[in-house]
């Protein structure tokens, strides 16, 4: 099987009509990620065994008769998704061991579907970051630098096709970030349209279970399995009340494209230019285009910061080395916190732990955490205005190439690759990634955003947009 | 100097429902540590909270029955702190907007007279699991069952001006949170806890004097007790020129004395925010309505009708509605039996001491109305005397079989036979002349002893109206 220009639609089709076995295209696939995973670095963990015998049991419902929308879809899964009977690290050392007694609702509903769960993908420390750097197996590698990081490495793992689908968090924009870094797409779903329940994310409010794959139909078939309401996260109610507008024809002529002219001049040359070109093609196929422009994106990434720096010290309080984590012995109480907690939260963790202890603190709370909220507030009219006069945003999705593995970068020039991912989380809309060309032979992708629970029309746009998906030269398999 | 004494009460209640407060698990008491628990409510990560919508109304009924307004949108906060019997490392509360708040509740004071307590807030909140100290070696060990159970807190504001006040304010807080089916208040089992705040100052005083905090006080005896302990040494202070110092004090059952916990009222920092995964809890003035309506007839106002409606003395409808439990057998009685005062009499006198005895709630014994009624019929009768009753009354309980069976096992039915009963009196008058010589010269006390001869002789199962009646006419008046 060409894995290379495979997609999840094509390979359910195979499975489904005959043409191959779950079987045959998982361990084939598995051999693949296996030897592609001493260069790249993906993968935690590749779940061998446990793969194959899903695969089986896919392979006995499609010779019953059933017709799986995913059958035999090899899936890979970043290890912050608690899948039952596979261990989940939360990339910290303290979780080697860990194996939850439930599934992410995700994750079921996929391999409900016919996917198969290939393994467990590398991420940063906790969940927290875009990079990988801090994870403690190493950076997951860019498929077409090795020596820059991938961002996501489940990205990577869809760019060298080690899998077709791939299902990550995104808080701040690790999932758009890396699907730009590694040309692949990437969708931020809108709040409340796929449930989180066991995510564990670092901050509730903003962390979210989005879908990256290479090709369009193939992010809209997973998003379909996925997404509905479930009572055991709340926030899906909404989806119930408003729903989608599914099956929404979607037309160029009729669809007004906002170009962001004055955010533009934000980015470096190349990048700049890359927009331009971008706008011009959109234009060719037919959208309208208009002008916006956002006043308060700098305020925005400051916002999404302190929040989620609030809400990582009290989400990750839970590990307190009584239940979780490696509890060594202790003379008392704090010295047993002390020492658990140090083992499991690498730097990062802690000290977006120790900042949101500050913000929150007597006195903090009205200085930072009361005036993000209000930012925030602002933040959601701006967006809501905006799209009032346009049906889907084009917007940057990051601001420099990835970074090379070996680069030291201060954590605050960090915090600003976010600018235009951050922003668009705290406003609680849906985002796609696209690539959109390459700059210095590494690619390049831009946000498409759209109103509340209008997945469908961004797939639909982005399909009518994205040239035909490049291969990572380097990778040769 | 005269001090007045000013206390303020915190109440936490723990409410009667099927489940935990944001998960599934039941709220039910068992010895065998962590049965009660699941991936919630012990933390897992990815696990989201669920609320339980009977909790709210639980809590609303609480509230509207406390006079309170009603905030129609309330949601959770997160009290962040370390300690091992919160799993998550904080706890949901309403700390922001409380459910209910500006209530009240009117007591009598020391003198008598209706007095207005003002209850600042009633708020929702999850309950904590429950340490265990190991009493040998140096391990401490917790037991999460408790972790997740719904809890109200009632705080009233600094009304009450002595340990009887704060005695009376808790019966009737019991008393209403019983009568609604909010909670079953057991004091001893811990569903009722109270902490009191006291402090003095000089009469006439308009400022606050320092307060300490009395805690672990367990029944509403300890709590006036501990309550006049520290006001005396409170007041001893004040008059020998020391000041107060502000601490948290534990009450001590064994020494009848308080004892220093934390040596100063240490300011926690909860660092509170509100919780990014809980939906807001909106209600509607259709649901406070409808709540309202569906509030149970209060202890005062059922002890009004009962001596208005039945003619019961005032201290009989007191006693009668003390707990929902009897005021409801006593109606259920009447249901069957019309005859107010002597159903009163013998639920307040015999059945209540086999209750006080079995130490049973009324609806859990098995002497239920229908078999009250039915040795309260045979009575009437004249099937059994009222003194044999007590006795049947007595057995029936402990043996759990209806009156009848008893009279009937026992062979206690009622001599109401004239012709029988006119022999034993014969034999009683042949063998007791001078009795009967001593009545006819005028000492009618001796009629007293001749009707007891003939009791004895038929052990008791005389009719004693019946005897007197032939006594008299045999002998002669
Ligand atoms: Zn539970």
């Known amino acids: ?477 | 100097m005269e001090y007045e004494v000013v206390i303020g009460l915190e109440v936490h209640v723990e409410l009667l429902t099927k489940s935990k407060l944001f998960c599934c698990c039941p709220n039910r008491f068992v010895a065998e540590p962590n049965i009660n628990t699941c991936p919630g409510c012990l933390g897992f990560p990815g696990v989201l909270p669920q609320l339980n919508s009977e909790a709210v109304r639980h809590a609303l009924t609480a509230s509207l029955a406390l006079n309170c307004e009603i905030a129609l949108y309330s949601y959770f906060d997160r009290k962040n702190y370390f300690y091992p019997d919160i799993p998550k490392g904080y706890q949901l509360s309403q700390f922001f907007v409380p459910i209910g708040s500006k209530g009240f509740l009117i007591i009598e004071d020391d003198n008598g007279k209706p007095k207005t307590v003002r209850i600042g807030r009633v708020h929702m909140e999850e309950d904590a699991g429950k340490l265990v100290h190991a009493i040998s070696g140096n391990t401490s060990l917790v037991d999460y069952n408790r972790a997740g159970v719904p809890l109200i807190e009632i705080v009233t504001e600094p009304d009450l001006r002595s340990p009887g006040e704060s005695r009376r304010y808790l019966e009737q807080l019991k008393g209403i949170l019983q009568y609604t089916r909010v909670s079953d208040c057991k004091m001893e089992e811990g569903s009722l806890r109270c902490d009191a705040n006291v402090s003095l100052r000089p009469m006439g005083c308009p400022d606050l004097g320092s307060k300490t905090e009395l805690k672990n006080m367990n029944s509403f005896k300890a709590v006036e007790k501990s309550l006049e302990h520290e006001i005396k040494r409170q007041r001893d202070i004040l008059r020998s020129g020391k000041e107060v110092i502000t601490q948290t004090l534990r009450w001590d059952e064994g020494s009848q004395a308080t004892i220093v916990m934390r040596g100063k009222l240490q300011a926690h920092d909860y660092r509170c925010f509100t919780d990014p995964e809980l939906a807001p809890i909106e209600l509607t003035e259709e649901d406070v309505e409808k709540a309202r309506a569906a509030l149970p007839e209060m202890a005062d106002v059922r002890a009004a009708r009962y001596v208005n409606e039945y003619d019961l003395p005032e201290y009989d409808a007191g006693v009668l509605t003390s707990s929902h439990g009897l005021a409801d057998y006593f109606e259920s009685c009447l249901e069957l039996y019309n005859n107010p005062k002597v159903t009163s009499n013998w639920i307040i006198g015999e059945f209540t001491a086999q209750l006080n005895s079995t130490g049973l709630e009324p609806d859990q014994c098995s002497f239920q109305p229908k078999d009250l009624v039915e040795l309260l019929l045979m009575i009437d009768q004249k099937l059994i005397s009222g003194k044999i009753a007590k006795d049947v009354l007595a057995k029936a309980f402990q043996r759990g079989t209806s009156p009848r069976l008893v009279v009937e096992e026992e062979g206690l039915l009622q001599i109401s036979d004239q012709s029988e009963l006119e022999k034993v009196i014969v034999k009683v008058i042949s063998e007791n002349p001078d009795s009967v010589e001593n009545y006819r010269g005028g000492k009618a006390k001796s009629l007293g002893f001749l009707v007891g001869q003939v009791m004895k002789e038929t052990e008791g199962k005389a009719n004693p109206r019946l005897v007197n009646e032939l006594l008299l006419k045999i002998i002669g008046s």
């Open chain 1, 1 to 477: 099987m060409e894995f290379r220009k495979m997609t999840a639609c094509r390979a359910a089709e195979a499975v489904n009509n005959g043409e191959t076995t779950a079987c045959q295209l998982i361990k084939e696939i598995l051999e693949r990620c296996n030897v592609l995973n001493g260069k790249l670095n993906t993968f935690i963990k590749i779940a061998g065994p446990e793969a194959l015998e899903q695969a089986a049991a896919v392979d006995k419902q499609v010779k019953s008769g059933q017709k799986l929308p995913l059958a035999g879809v090899p899936v890979a899964v970043k290890d912050d998704l608690c899948c039952r009977d596979l261990p989940t690290s939360f990339g910290s050392p303290a979780f080697k061991n860990f194996i939850s007694p439930y599934g992410a609702a995700a994750v079921e509903k996929l391999t409900d579907a016919g996917a198969v769960v290939i393994g467990k993908t590398n991420l940063d420390d906790m969940g927290i970051g875009s990079t990988t750097t801090s994870s403690p197996a190493g950076p997951a590698l860019n498929p077409w630098a090795p020596d820059r990081v991938a961002g996501s490495a489940g990205a990577a793992a869809v760019a060298a096709a080690q899998c077709l689908i791939f299902l990550e968090s995104d808080s701040g924009g690790a999932l758009r970030q890396g699907a730009s870094h590694c040309g692949v797409i990437g969708l931020r779903p809108t709040m409340g349209r796929v449930s989180r329940y066991g995510l564990h994310t670092f901050a509730s409010s903003f962390g979210q279970i989005g879908i990256t794959a290479s090709s369009t139909d193939d992010i809209l078939a997973a998003l379909e399995v996925i997404s509905g309401f479930d009572a055991r996260d709340a926030s899906t109610a909404l989806y119930r009340e408003k729903s989608a507008e599914k099956n929404a024809a979607v037309e160029p002529e009729i669809i007004k494209i906002g170009y962001p002219t004055a955010i533009i001049a934000l980015l470096a040359p190349d990048h700049r230019n890359l927009m331009e070109r971008a706008r011009e093609d959109i234009e060719a196929s037919g959208f309208q285009l208009t002008d916006f422009k956002l006043d308060l994106l700098a305020e925005a990434l400051r916002a999404y910061y302190i929040i989620a720096f609030a809400e990582t010290s009290s989400n990750l309080s839970r590990f307190d080395g009584i239940r979780f984590g490696m509890a060594d012995y202790a003379e008392n109480l704090d010295e047993l916190y002390y020492k658990s907690r140090r083992l499991t939260f690498g730097q990062e963790a802690s000290r977006r732990s120790i900042f949101g202890t500050f913000i929150l603190s007597q006195g903090n709370y009205d200085r930072y955490y009361r005036q993000a909220l209000k930012i925030w507030t602002l933040v959601r009219r701006e967006f809501t205005a905006v799209l009032d006069q346009c049906d889907l945003l084009l917007m940057p999705a990051v601001r420099t190439l990835p970074q090379l593995v070996t680069e030291q970068i201060d954590f605050c020039r960090l915090y600003e690759e976010d600018l235009f991912c951050a922003p668009v989380s705290l406003a609680g809309l849906p985002s796609l990634c696209l690539p959109v060309g390459e700059v210095d032979q590494l690619p390049v992708g831009l946000q498409l955003v759209g109103r509340p629970f209008s997945e469908e029309m961004l797939i639909g746009a982005a399909s009518r947009i994205i040239p035909e998906i490049k291969f990572p030269p380097n990778v040769i398999c």
